[in-house]
RNA sequence: GGGGCUGUGGGGUAGCUUGGUUAUCCUUCGCGCUUAGGGAGCGUGUGACCCCGGUUCGAAUCCGGGCAGCCCCA
């Protein structure tokens, strides 16, 4: 039966539409679903159960490449002392006005005090000036799992802004350039790949202006991502800092030349805030979409009880669920007292991306109804083709979430020739494309002019030509230019 | 960095202007019965005035401060 329309503003589901009224969507589909919660800390949130399950799968796949890649896991301490964040003066600029500080062990007020990582280059590099002697030390690639805290004033948003989050921070030195930038070519493929199969999103692969670089950092590639309210949002990245932590942090090694010389390094990392983007991107009005490669339930059963058959229901929806784990996580939802309606709405909201109905009709002849989170589609398959099928829509439905991400990085790009144009798209909640003349004079006037946008991203396919979008002069660069979180 | 709005059971709310008995209603949750192919029904139970201070015989209500959340602008 269904529930009248003035009451259902009180159920289970969200009541924000996605459309019209974004943030709010995007807080109650993640409450709601039970995805996280609020927490007594400002800034910080609590991952349930089903949101760390996430976290976990994009930390295996990533995890699994890079040791083929040769990089080892290793874990360094959450302490920094201050002497060692201020050796690397840009850096330090970067990071410092979100430093979270210890000063107190107990009641002793300690001697020097202690930032909580923002970031570990300075800690790691202190261990690394110990460990690299020799050529034959190199290169050294280390990689950690951790948490980091930026001690941020403006407004939290879930996973995308938030004073702790997880990451992994991969640490390297080489002994030649060359070598080093290799390693960022990879690492960005590594996230293009993790962000698109796994995320089933699409981004802009790009490399920073100067202002937008990494504190410390020679250059910076990045993979920005759009939001559905026409923000690019910054995903995972990859630094090459050159020899300048090398120089601040006195990491030399004796080349085979037996010339002391100093290593090249890289820093690249990935973090939660990709779930965030990602459900931004796939979830709708009816609660979580999951993409099938990091749904912690990929199949929910339900079976239809009535009395007279509900035993050879239970065993027939057992017997299926047996066959399905084999390769799928699946649950069986056989609460009793909740009608079959209320349990497809619940775990609709949950973003199970496969519901299996199984009820009397379908003992009859054998059969079951599949239903896919993403489009609705119901369709009815014969029993002994379930796992088949369920392996197929599993397929599209990942397939099919990724198109509809490039679908919509596409349609919310806007290609502007005049500051006008660019002014106007930005109004309208686009993201724009447009060349630009590598001034960062023209940077801050683009930025000033149009509410704070920012150039994001130079996309590394760029093919700069003609002028500069706000100057008129000639072009160095094609950008990006956009609101960002 | 600046401005605005809002805090009442797990969620959504009424009450606040004009202070006064046991804080309203819906939903969730527990239990019992009954139901079951798209948010079922009846009965019953649990559960709240963000925190600190002030005014007052008396504060959810008025005042001050704090904390938290949301929105807009830079």
Known sequence: MPAKKDEKENLLGITAKKDADFSEWYQQVLLKSEFVDYSSVSGCIVLRPAAYAVWEK???????????????????????????????????????PEVAWVDYGGNTKLGERLAVRPTSETIMYDSYSKWIRSWRDLPLRLNQWNNVVRWEFKNPVPFIRTREFLWNEGHTAFATKPEAEKEIKDIMNLWVDTCENVLALAGIHGKKTEKEKFAGAEYTHALEFVT???????????????????????????????????????????????????????????????????????????????DATKDKVVAECSKLKKELEKEFSVIIDDREGYTPGRKFNEWELKGVPIRIEFGPKDLEKSQAVLVRRDSGEKKTVKLSDVKKEVEKELEAMQISLLEKSRKMLKDSTVNAKTFDELKKAIDSKKIVRAMWCSDSTCEDEIKDKTGGAKLVAIPVDEKPSGKCVYCGKKAEHEVYVSKSY
């Open 58 to 96: 994009i930390q295996s796949y990533v995890d699994i490449r890079l040791k083929k890649m040769g990089i080892k896991n290793a874990y360094f301490p959450l302490f920094i002392p201050e002497s060692l964040l201020k050796k690397e003066a840009t850096h330090l600029t970067g990071f410092s």
């Open 228 to 306: 559905p309210n026409g923000r690019l949002v910054q995903g995972p990245d990859a630094h090459h800092d050159g020899q300048i932590f090398a120089k601040a942090f006195n990491l030399k090694f004796v080349d085979k030349d037996e010339k002391e010389k100093y290593v090249y390094q890289n820093t690249w990392a990935i973090t939660t805030r990709m779930i965030g983007v990602m459900i931004m991107a796939h979830s709708d009005d009816k609660g979580l979409v999951l993409p099938p490669k990091v749904a912690p339930v990929q199949i929910a059963i339900v079976p239809i009880l009535f």
